[in-house]
Nanobody, 123 residues
Framework: QVQLVESGGGLVQAGGSLRLSCAAS????????VGWFRQTPGKEREFVAT????????YYADSVKGRFTISRDNAKNTVYLQMNSLKPEDTAVYYC????????????????WGQGTQVTLSS
């Protein structure tokens, strides 16, 4: 059973940076892709970024392209989301999840969702 645990969220000023981590349990981590989504109250989860099993392929939402970078360290069973030039609209709970099959930007293409980590921007 795959379990993913997010960490690294917090309160940061606009223009600042944060690095989120997604730690995975189990010995199959290097065999699957991982995605990051975010959600604000009353809205559906929004795709942020995804990375394939090797780290050789990444995709980003247009809203974060050029500011966020997804990466992974398979030796540490961890995926990272480096977030730079943060904006107030980046405020959300950020979730990581395991990629299954289907379109990379759809939440239905993922499972094993973590509990989320809150990112709050102050202007």
């Amino acid at each position: 059973q795959v379990q993913l645990v997010e960490s690294g969220g917090g309160l940061v000023q606009a223009g600042g940076s944060l690095r989120l981590s997604c730690a995975a349990s189990g010995r199959t981590f290097s065999t699957y892709g991982v995605g990051w989504f975010r959600q604000t109250p009353g809205k559906e989860r929004e795709f942020v970024a995804t990375i394939n099993w090797s780290g050789g392929s990444t995709y980003y939402a247009d809203s974060v392209k050029g500011r966020f970078t997804i990466s992974r360290d398979n030796a540490k069973n961890t995926v990272y989301l480096q977030m730079n030039s943060l904006k107030p609209e980046d405020t959300a709970v950020y979730y990581c999840c395991r990629r299954l099959i289907g379109s990379y930007y759809l939440s239905a293409s993922y499972d094993s969702w973590g509990q989320g980590t809150q990112v709050t921007l102050s202007s």
